[in-house]
């Protein structure tokens, strides 16, 4: 096997210091179970950061972390599995979290549980590009956080709702990888899916923004924009989402009508 660009090194360079990072965090209850799937389904994710082209990125769409059906399952962004394994091509063998919740099993391409939000995402993209390749020609994805974090009970716990002990330390760790996916493709359009991700992308250009003369010229030609989360758990997302985000972006200037 050929060995991957020296960008997608880089990548991968970065998100396994984000997985080591984020590691050595420690979370009190309610949260009870966190999973890190750059561990477990690390094969999976380097399979997902070779497929970005550095070179053309145009545009970055930025979630927040994983949900329980989707990268928790696949360890891609958004990673619907029919999504993952169908358009993207990629199935490999998931390994266990160490400390594994009950209620919330990792069967990889094997669980029949469906994340309605990476049905979503990925579906707008394979209407709108005929293959995974002409795809990621010019678009790339990322999640802020790369960690699941459940309840006793089951129950998802999103990084926002963590206390701020906690999620400050969260933070500083994945604003820091954020920043480097930033340089290392340079985009024309930081797309927030959801104002989590907005509030994220906002802190880490202004960051970036005050570095230096060089960093401060790649953040000025940049564009922020944000599209509506296709979480299900959002009455406006329950109707005709894919209509809204595609709308959005056109608005934007990202895509063309």
Not at 1 to 21: I, T, V
Not at 99 to 119: A, L, N, T, W, Y
Request: hydrophobic share 35%; aromatic share 8%.
């Amino acid at each position: 096997m050929n060995a991957p660009p020296k960008s997608s090194q880089a990548l991968e360079k970065a998100a396994l210091r984000l997985r080591r990072e984020v590691g050595k965090l420690q979370f009190s209850e309610p949260v009870t179970h966190v999973y890190n799937p750059l561990e477990y389904a690390w094969r999976s994710h380097r399979e997902f950061l070779r497929l970005a082209r550095p070179r053309t990125t145009q545009v970055v769409f930025l979630g927040m972390n994983p949900g329980p059906w989707g990268m928790a399952q696949t360890g891609v962004p958004f990673g619907e599995i029919d999504a993952v394994r169908g358009f993207l091509g990629i199935e490999n063998r998931i390994d266990r979290p160490v400390d594994e919740h009950p209620k919330r099993p990792i069967e990889g391409f094997s669980c029949q549980r469906s994340e309605v939000s990476g049905k979503r995402l990925w579906g707008l993209f394979q209407k709108h590009f005929s293959s995974a390749g002409e795809f990621f020609r010019h678009h790339f994805i990322v999640n802020y956080c790369p960690l699941v974090f459940m309840e006793e009970s089951g129950k998802n716990r999103t990084p926002d709702k963590l206390p701020a002990p906690e999620r400050e330390p969260l933070h500083s760790i994945c604003d820091e990888h954020l920043q480097t996916v930033i340089q290392l493709l340079s985009p024309r359009w930081l797309v927030a899916v959801g104002t989590y991700a907005e509030a994220c992308l906002k802190r880490c250009m202004e960051q970036l923004a005050g570095q230096n003369p060089k960093t401060e010229s790649m953040i000025s030609r940049m564009e922020l924009v944000r599209i509506l989360h296709p979480s299900p758990a959002s009455p406006a997302a329950n109707r005709d989402w894919s209509g809204k985000a595609q709308s959005q972006l056109i608005e934007a200037g990202v895509w063309q009508s």
